[in-house]
Nanobody, 125 residues
């Protein structure tokens, strides 16, 4: 079983910065992909940023230039550095990890997805 524990959420003023951390219970090099998602009240969960096992990153258009995803393999931790925060960034942020596992029954690789419990980010003056 994979455990993901997020931390770093807080109340911050517009224009401020935060760094979220996601600590995993196993080596992050075993994950196919890791990412940060967010969900605001009444809205669907959306991808914010992701990083593949090869280090390729992708971002939601709304955070490009403001957020940076990174990882520390030695600490088994993935980070989301957020700057120039806006009120519309307010949401619960979730860490996600995906592992590809070959299914002999299906004859193909299937993807298992794991989630953390979330950390609240509130951007308000």
């Amino acid at each position: 079983q994979v455990q993901l524990v997020e931390s770093g959420g807080d109340l911050v003023q517009p224009g401020g910065s935060l760094r979220l951390s996601c600590a995993t219970s196993r080596s992050i090099s075993s994950f196919t992909n890791m990412g940060w998602y967010r969900q605001a009240p009444g809205k669907q969960r959306e991808l914010v940023a992701a990083i593949s096992s090869g280090g390729t990153t992708n971002y939601a258009d709304s955070v490009i230039g403001r957020f940076t995803i990174s990882r520390d393999n030695a600490k088994n931790t993935v980070y989301l550095q957020m700057s120039s925060l806006k009120p519309e960034d307010t949401a619960t942020y979730f860490c996600n990890a995906k592992i590809g596992v070959y299914s002999t029954y299906l004859g193909k690789t299937v993807e298992n997805s794991y989630w953390g419990q979330g950390t609240q980010v509130t951007v308000s003056s």
